[in-house]
């Protein structure tokens, strides 16, 4: 019997090996639940040879509350323009799978899902090996880089930092924490000191080390010390400058970090960097990944999109709002996550609107609040858009569009990632999309999937002083 056909999709010959075979990945933490740590990816990365701890290999390490996914794909944008090859791992996706590993833009093809995936369960089996689902992945696309020989690779955390599956690797270029707020307190500690720590934790010996601004610096500085790890910067004193103002717009600060990134890098590997101008910079650093203060139009309404899943970023999102768009009105469809400060979130979306302008859906992913606990952390959003009987976010999206477009609002569609593949599709985007037979088992009554920590526990590792 294969190891495809050990899932029991054998059958299912309607269905890809591509379909099948990310099913079986999102299937895996339900056999083996998250228990953090680097004793599992470790031993697979060094049974494929360590790829990502070749010297000739430029890793950047990106760690942070908000803001590591634009950073990551800011520097990895950039680092493009010098005609190098770049990967990028990144998380959680929006609509497919594919999103998370990329080479120069290129999403990982489904024959190489097929191709590579089964060689990362063939050893697991043969070496006893219980890796998760981020595991299996973080595995998955380092195979992904080694095959396409890539120059440069860029890397964001999953969760934390410390006992991280992305922290396997041994000797990064360049090690950057973009910001640092409460978020995964259970697994990550209490308190923002805390959570630097284990974010922290992706600081390595020699390592050059950029923190952004909203960081407890001195708690960073000091696990810099600690470890032996190379010069501190902050951005501020790579770019030779400071904003003159204090910054209500993440994508500004983003900017600055990725810019001062690629500076230390030239710096580090000039031979590598030598054909990067400023213009390349100036230039690379103004993409924002999809749901980052996404415009769109549909239709003859404007819609942005944009993934503000905690109070920091949601009050952000709030205020970038009115200052882009100080005379237009917003109507809102927003879902958020189970784990974030709900009552919080809510009082920063009634500080733009009222009530009657909001529209409450879940998504259909275990770590998605449900609307009824919504509605009991703040008891004015009694009054929002919503239904218990349909939950569908399609629905919602439609008909906030059409009362967008009477009233001359600007649709804005926050909150979790995981209501952003079918909000996305309800919008009209043609981009891939993971089937109904994947994303079936990627959420909807499944305890333990993808980004789902909440049966985690945590391995003996690396003390959380070092």
């Known amino acids: 019997m294969s190891l495809l056909e050990s899932t029991g999709d054998a059958s299912s010959t309607a269905h890809t090996d591509y379909e099948k075979w990310v099913r079986r990945l999102y299937l895996t933490n339900l056999f083996h639940p998250v228990k953090m740590g680097l004793t599992n ?7 494929v040879g360590n790829p990502m701890d070749d010297p000739s290999r430029v890793v950047v390490h990106i760690a942070g509350t908000n803001g590591k996914g634009s950073v990551a794909l800011k520097i990895a944008n950039t680092l493009r323009q010098s005609g190098k090859r770049v990967g990028i791992f990144c998380s959680p996706h929006v609509s497919s799978f594919r999103e998370r590993m990329q080479v120069n833009g290129e999403l990982i093809s489904e024959d190489e899902v097929v191709d590579l995936l089964p060689q990362v369960y063939e050893l697991c089996v043969k070496h006893d090996i219980p890796a998760t689902f981020f595991e299996i992945t973080t595995l998955l696309a380092f195979l992904f880089y080694e095959k396409h020989q890539v120059d440069f690779v860029v890397l964001e955390t999953g969760l934390g930092g410390r006992l991280d599956a992305t922290n396997s690797i041994a000797h990064p270029a360049l090690a950057v924490i973009t910001s640092i707020g409460l978020e995964h307190t259970r697994i990550l500690g209490d308190t923002v000191e805390k959570i630097a720590k284990e974010k922290g934790g992706i600081i390595k010996k020699g390592c050059p080390v950029l923190v952004g601004p909203n960081c ?12 032996g790890a190379g010069s501190y ?9 400071s904003l003159d103002h204090q910054t209500t717009d993440y994508d500004e600060e983003n900017q600055r970090i990725a810019s001062a990134a690629i500076l230390l890098l030239q710096q580090s590997h000039p031979n590598l960097l030598e054909d990067l101008t400023s213009d390349d910079i100036q230039k690379g650093v103004l993409i924002r990944p999809p749901c980052r203060f996404e415009e769109v ?3 003859q309404v ?3 999109l944009d993934v503000a899943h905690n109070p920091p970023a949601m009050e952000y999102l709030m205020v970038k709002l009115q200052n882009t768009y100080p005379s237009q009105s917003f109507r809102f469809v927003v879902g958020m996550s189970s784990d974030k400060d709900l009552g919080q979130c809510a009082r920063s979306l009634l500080s733009a609107v009222g009530p009657s302008s909001i529209h409450l859906v879940e998504a259909a992913h275990p770590r998605a609040a449900k609307i009824p606990d919504i509605v009991a952390a703040e008891p004015k959003f009694s009054d929002c858009h919503f239904s218990l009987d349909d939950r569908s976010i399609t629905k919602q999206v439609i008909n906030s569009l059409q009362l967008a477009e009477e009233n001359g609002e600007i649709l804005v569609v926050c909150g979790s990632v995981f209501l952003m593949a ?12 993971d089937s109904d037979y994947i994303s079936e088992v990627a959420g909807a009554g499944l305890r333990q999937m993808q980004e789902n920590f ?12 070092q």
């Open 41 to 47: 990816i470790q031993r697979l990365h060094k049974l």
């Open 216 to 227: 407890p610096q001195g708690v960073l500085e000091d696990c810099a010390k600690r470890v």
């Open 233 to 241: 910067y902050v951005p501020d004193l790579v770019l030779g400058d």
């Open 297 to 299: 139009q549909v239709g």
């Open 302 to 304: 404007k819609a942005i």
């Open 422 to 433: 079918e909000a996305r599709q309800a919008l009209g985007f043609d981009e891939p999309r």
């Open 454 to 465: 909440g049966n985690t526990t945590i391995e003996d590792g690396p003390s959380r002083q």
